[in-house]
């Protein structure tokens, strides 16, 4: 019998581990439901890009990226970041992985069970992130820099939690589905730090950014 029950822990932590390679991000979801601290995992990331909508979703990188980066929260988007901030976030996060981050002893409690990646593997998704990341521009040579609320708005709202994009990295009909998908990460975000609105903090208009946008977009 206890060979038995042997095997079949055996077979269980075999299948578990089969699951998580085949879909990492269903693992990651059944961890954070039985994890006491899956709350607070599951809200560091706003949920914004599925696997297959990675660039180059089969590339060595983006498979890294998904086994690893979702083990502790939503799957990273390349463009949350430009070329040069990717490298030093993702050596911020081998040690956090390894359960000697910040946190002390609750980083060891968060990061049981998790999977940190060689430092091979860690190279190899920092290449992945940077080669893909936003390629952020130089505001001072955006259109109506410095000459109107549209583009102070666009630049202020952008920056906040990422390089702010050229217009032409999308299309006029691209942009409004972008736009809306910030808002909805801006609001996640909100969620976690506070849901009053400071009145000393500027507030902008989507549709004043949008037409911003398009109004310079990629044809």
């Known amino acids: 019998m206890r060979k038995l029950i042997c095997l079949l822990a055996l077979l269980a932590t075999t299948l578990q581990a089969a699951a998580a390679e085949d879909d990492p991000v269903a693992a990651a979801r059944a961890r954070w439901e039985t994890s006491p601290h899956g709350e607070l995992l599951r809200r560091i990331l706003p ?11 089969q ?26 901030k990717w490298p030093p976030i993702v050596a911020r996060m081998l040690p956090r992985m390894q359960g000697r981050g910040n946190m002390g002893v609750l980083m060891k409690d968060l990061m049981a069970g998790v999977a940190a990646p060689s430092e091979a593997e860690a190279r190899s998704i920092a290449a992945y992130l940077s080669r893909h990341g936003q390629r952020a521009a130089d505001i001072r040579r955006l259109p109506e820099a410095g000459k109107s609320h549209a583009w102070t708005s666009y630049t202020q709202a952008c ?10 990295r999308h299309t006029r009909g691209e942009w409004p589905g972008v736009v809306a998908r910030m808002e909805a990460n801006m609001q ?32």
Do not use: F
């Open 47 to 57: 949920p914004s890009i599925a696997p297959a909508q990675l660039p180059e979703p």
């Open 59 to 84: 590339a060595a990188g983006a498979r890294l990226t998904v086994r690893y980066c979702v083990q502790c929260h939503h799957l990273v988007n390349p463009a949350m970041h430009d070329a040069e």
């Open 159 to 168: 920056s906040q939690c990422h390089a702010t994009p050229d217009p032409r």
């Open 188 to 219: 996640w975000m909100n969620r976690v730090v506070g849901s009053t609105r400071d009145p000393r903090e500027p507030q902008y208009r989507s549709s004043e950014i949008i037409e911003y946008l398009q109004k310079y977009a990629r044809q």
